[in-house]
Structures are given as structure tokens and as C-alpha cells.
């Protein structure tokens, strides 16, 4: 049996107004001058970032902006923010906005205090040995940034663009301000993808060969029933609190490890691997991207451990048929606008562009990846096939 | 709204064989010479004790001894480890044994970092502001410690024996090695008792007035309902793997904060305060106290708001009928051989012991208790005699 760690030092703030916090509580944890990030105008435009810069100016705390982070973050921008946090002496790291920013804020907090070439950490070349501390003002409820260890940067500056992730506990950030209200002006879309990719973090967890502690099975059960009941309603009524809220506290524990407690293992991973190349790519929504593949992802393993899939099915449909199981996911992804498959994501996949593809997630058939079942790229060429409507 | 607070930062080792981690991490956290606190004797009868001392000296890590802690723990034994700390430049606290060594040793830290009186920060009179970092081998699945703010320590130097609570971010240990194997020897009784207690600290969450995030109490029921499968499968089969991890796991996040997650108050609590006012006096186990008295509290405070019950019924028992609720919790507590009424805990109450036991709960008239009804001296003295059998 091995060892499993749990770490969630983020202390979070919770509830209608806790942005209002923010400088009240960087102030006690030592901050002086702070790089306020965020992206391309939403914030702005909201209101949000004047008042947050009001009150840590309010509060004695200088700081310095730097805006433009895109949806799958550029490694470009992270190097102007590492830049600029060295000639200003920054010490602390403030994303307001949704996972993207959060992830630049981490890419910039490592490679400030790392020094070197940021890419290194994210390419497995070095491993992040600490960090200027991070604090949050999230605005989306989609990529558990904010309790998680992960980042995920896309490189733009090679010929071909690669999204990697970089996993390390110095990726748990300070503090995170978790205002539900902040999400009222998300679009229905966002929301189905954001839901999705809440759901995909316990499903990737919930799936894997080894030991599988059944109380964990049980909160994965109870989280993806609620975004089910709470992502409809979300996008039904946009400033339906309960709704945001039961979505916004969903994506922080769905990715802060709380969903593989005490089981041998972080779960398989998979469907993200093979939709980062999707989204490194064709920019799709991460959520949407990964709604496309799961259900052709899921009837590929199926036979690996069909009682898995039947135990998931009896927590959360009340069927323990794996099949049924895959298609009750499969229809809340589609009542929610989400595809479930590539043409329904935009993409219209030849076998060539299955196997490109393929080849993108194993590095040129340099890895496997997977946990439940672990997969070439022949394997990921079928998964992609299927998807497409090709097999 | 009221904005919530989450901080969880214990790091957590979990697994067979978890233990087996503690001198290497405590060396990496930079402990140099540790206070080994621990109880009656059940750790060095086990090889606990030896196995953990042998490997910190293997890690070049000093170590004095303390032992003695009895349940409910007392306030005379951590005066003691507060001088032995000051005495011997302790700078890390291990707990080995269940939540009584466990809060000890936060009482300790408190104590020995503070200085003054200790008993201050129990009666209220001082605020904590720091400790001596605190870790914890644990051996008994219960009081949820590992991972919460609390420490409840008795005062045994006055003349009425008080039990004080007290709650402090402080008292997030630092880290706990919780190895389910280590609890395989736990007798029937305790493992019950622990089991209820686990119960209780989600049910004490449940019942408050206020908001309440319906992701948490879906995460509630889930809890809620492995230990009511897991328990009576630990009782059956004392080593019991996926029973012990199960109730151990649970322990832990029954009490850290997640069970009243996004809700805008910490709970009701009424039963704890009730419940310590029996086990300060009459030293029962804690966990068989709660279970003697919730059924009681139930029916007391059921007109309130019968909904809450109903939402509980449906989500955990599948009824939606408040007053069955209420019995389908002491069918199993009674299932799992815990008493639902003070006989069955062994105290044969009179009136004037009803009345003296709930001025000791209100201070002498001095306070109210509980969130989810507001409870005075006559409304406890009431909950006390349906305990009996005397209303």
C-alpha cells in the first residue's frame, strides 16, 4: 500500500464579498508590493479590478499591473510577468480572474524565484524549488487553480505549440477569494465547460488501477450529482447564488486533491493529455474539449474494470449498468450544450489529423499515458477516431 | 452573507505504513528535539512507541517522553509537558495515540509558547497566538484532532471538574501520519463510540440556522453514511482494512472544517457542550455520551425547522420523514451497542442531577448554548430529562 499525501494549505475565504478581503489579508501575510494580473478585460470592464487596486492602495500596498493572459496562457506573457516582478521587487502574486490568470500567476511566481528558463519547469527539465507567494480573486469556477498544485502553461514560441502542466506543492496558493457573485457574469457556455471540467477532475481521480479508499468514492459520487443538479440552474439563472456557489466550492475540493484521499494513486488523466492537444492547438474550451472525448475515451476501457464504471453509475444515476453510465454523462453533457464528440467541438478530424494528434500526446510515441488503462498512440489514434465519428 | 473561513494545512500521510514516514518528516520540518507525549501505556505494549523513538534516533533527532495522558485529558499533566518543553528547548511536540495524547499535546504547544497560565486559553481569558509545531501519530479513529482547530482539555485542580474547549488555527498540526493499520486494535466499544463521535462533528455542523451549501451537505450524507457502513464492519473485523481507512479519513475531514463549508456559521453544538459536562464528571466515553443524548436533543429541537431533518432523512436514510430520522440514527447507534439514553450510558440521573448538570452546562445560568435552537438553562435541564426517562 503506498503512502498518500493530502495538502491543502490555501486558506480560503468563502462568500458574497470576499473579494473585499483581499488587502485586508495580503497586508497580514506580509505583502508590500504586489503584481496584480489578470486578462483581457473582463475585470476591467466589470469594475472588479478597481476596486480591488483601491483597496490594496487604501491599505498601504503598492502594486503593478499586468494584463493580457489568454485563455490557455502563453509562456510569452509569463516571462514579461517574471520580468516584471524582478525590477519591482515584487512579493506577492495576485490573479483576479479565472484558472488562466491564476496559471500565469504561478508560472511567474515560479520562474521569479527560480530564475532560468520558466519552460524548464514545465518541460520536467527542473523542478520548482519555490515560489513568489500567489494569492487569487477568482472570477471562474472551472479549473480548481485555486486549491490545486497544478499550472498549465502553452508554449507559442516553438514552431508547433505545446500545453504542458507542472505539478509541485509550491503551486498551492496563499489565498483565495471565492465570491460566487463574481461568476453571475460568466455565459451559459463557460459555465457548461467549467462544470465539465469540475466533473473531469473527480472523473480522472475516480478512475485508476489500485487501491480506491470507498469514503472518497462516496464525496466523488455527492460532488458530480451536484454539478449536475447546480450547472443547469447556473445557466438557467445566472445569479442564482446557491447554484454559483454549490459550482464555485465544487471546483476548488473536485481539484485540491480531497477526490483521490487514500487511494494508491492521483487517478489516470488521460482525457486531459489527449485534450490539451486540442486546445494547445484549436484554442477550444478546456471543459467543452473534454466532454467531446470522454464518452469515446470511456467506451475504450470499458472492459479494463466494467465494476468500476457500475459502481459510478449506482453512486450517481442509481444504474449499475457501465454503458448506461457512460450515456447518462453523455446526455447531461448534451442538455448542457456541451459536445461529445469532435464535430460537436468544431473539429472535423481526418485520420490524419487523429493521428497527428495521437502522436502530440505521446511526444512521437515517446510515452504512454493513462492509469486505468494505459494507452499508446495507437490506442489514443482510436479514442481520437471514435470521437471523430471514424470507428 | 457572512464570508467563511477554510484553512486546512496539516500535511497528511496516509496509509498502511504511514507511520513509518514521521522521523524523516519531522527531520525535513526541522525538529531537533522532540516531546514524545503519549497515554496509559497501549503505544509501548504495541511497539509503537519503541518503533517510532528507534527511527527518530536513526534521524538524529533527540526525544524526551511523556506519558500518562488519560481520556479526557487533564490540564495538571500539560503543565507538566509545558516544563519539560521550556526545560529541554523542545522545538516539536509528537502526539502518539488517539485525540486526548493528541489535544495534550496542543494544550502543551499553546502553553510553552505562550507562557502564563494555560488554563486561560481554555477559559477564554487569552487568546492563542502561536505554538510549538505539533505533530501526531494516531491511533484511533474519533476526535477528528488530526486535522481540526480544536483541543479540549479538563481541569482537574478545582474543586467542580470542568471539560473547556478550545479553537485556534493554531491548532492545525503541522502534520499527521494516519496509518489505519495502527487502529486494528481498538476495541469494539471504542471503535463505536469513535465512530459516533465522527458522526456527531458532522451532525453538530448540520444543525444551525443560516445558509447552508447544498454541495456540503451533500458531502455530509455521504460521510455520514460510510461510517454507518463502515463501523459495524470494523466491529465485525477488527483489521479490516478498507473499514479502518474509511472511519479514519473520515475522522479527519469530519472535522476540519469541510462539513460546514460555505455555510455561514460553524453549527449548533449544542450536544458537545451537553455531552462534556457528562464525561468532565462522570469520565464516559465521549463519542457513547453523544449518542445518549443527540436522540433527546432531536425530538427537543425537532419543531424548529422539521426540514432540515427531512433533507437529512432523504439524503442519508432515504425518508423524508423528520421523526424517523431521528429513529433510524438511534436504531443504529443501538446496532452498534451505544446507549440512546442515559441508563444506557450508565448514569441513573434524578431530577436534581438533571438540573445541577444543566446549570454546569450554561455556567450557572450564565449562558446559552447551541445555534440551530438556542438553548437556556430550562431547555437543557428539559433535554437532560428526556434523556433519563423522566418527560
Not at 494549505?9 to 473579494?19: D, E, K, W
Not at 490594496?56 to 493580457?68: K, S
Not at 451536484?226 to 475540493?253: F, Q, T
Request: aromatic residues 10%.
Amino acid at each position: 500500500m503506498s503512502i498518500m499525501e493530502y495538502f491543502t494549505p490555501t486558506h480560503v475565504y468563502f462568500g458574497a464579498g470576499a473579494a473585499e478581503k483581499t488587502a485586508e489579508v495580503l497586508k497580514k501575510e506580509g505583502a508590500s508590493k504586489v503584481l496584480v494580473h489578470f486578462g483581457t478585460g473582463s475585470v476591467k470592464r466589470s469594475g472588479l479590478l478597481d476596486r480591488v487596486e483601491k483597496d490594496l492602495a487604501d491599505h498601504g500596498i503598492e502594486f503593478v499591473e499586468l494584463g493580457g493572459v489568454v485563455p490557455n496562457p502563453r509562456v510569452s506573457l509569463v516571462r514579461k510577468g517574471i520580468e516584471l516582478v524582478k525590477e519591482n521587487d515584487i512579493d506577492f502574486i495576485l490573479a483576479v480572474g479565472g484558472g488562466s490568470v491564476l496559471d500565469s500567476a504561478k508560472a511567474i511566481g515560479y520562474g521569479a524565484f527560480g530564475g532560468g528558463d520558466v519552460w524548464d519547469f514545465y518541460c520536467g527539465k527542473r523542478k520548482v524549488e519555490g515560489t513568489v507567494p500567489v494569492a487569487t480573486v477568482l472570477t471562474l469556477s472551472a479549473t480548481g487553480s485555486e486549491m490545486s498544485d497544478s499550472s498549465v502553461i502553452t508554449n507559442d514560441e516553438t514552431e508547433i505549440t505545446y500545453k504542458r502542466g507542472c505539478n509541485t506543492d509550491f503551486g498551492r496558493v496563499r489565498c483565495a477569494f471565492l465570491d460566487p457573485e463574481l461568476t453571475y457574469t460568466v455565459s451559459a457556455y463557460q459555465t457548461a465547460s467549467g462544470s465539465t471540467d469540475i466533473m473531469m477532475h473527480t472523473l480522472e481521480r475516480y478512475f485508476h488501477q489500485g487501491y480506491a479508499l470507498d469514503m472518497t468514492d462516496k464525496l466523488s459520487f455527492a460532488l458530480l450529482k451536484e454539478v449536475m443538479e447546480s450547472a443547469p440552474e447556473a445557466i438557467e439563472k445566472p445569479d442564482d447564488y446557491d447554484a454559483r456557489a454549490n459550482l464555485m466550492w465544487a471546483g476548488s475540493i473536485s481539484h485540491n486533491g480531497l477526490m483521490a484521499a487514500g487511494n494508491s494513486n492521483r487517478g489516470d488523466w488521460a482525457c486531459h493529455q489527449i485534450e490539451h492537444e486540442l486546445s494547445a492547438e484549436f484554442d477550444v474550451a478546456h471543459g467543452a474539449g473534454l466532454a467531446a472525448i470522454w464518452g469515446s475515451w470511456a467506451r475504450y476501457v470499458l472492459d479494463t474494470d466494467p465494476s468500476r464504471f457500475a459502481k459510478l453509475g449506482q453512486g450517481v444515476f442509481g444504474t449499475d449498468d457501465p454503458v448506461r453510465t457512460i450515456e447518462c454523462f453523455e446526455e447531461f453533457f448534451r442538455s448542457i450544450n456541451m459536445p461529445t464528440d469532435l464535430k460537436g467541438l468544431g473539429l472535423d478530424f481526418d485520420e490524419a489529423a487523429c493521428r497527428k494528434a495521437a502522436l502530440g500526446v505521446t511526444f512521437q510515441d515517446a510515452r504512454t499515458i493513462g492509469n486505468f488503462k494505459v494507452l499508446n498512440t495507437e490506442d489514443i489514434f482510436n479514442i481520437y477516431m471514435m470521437a471523430a465519428g471514424l470507428k
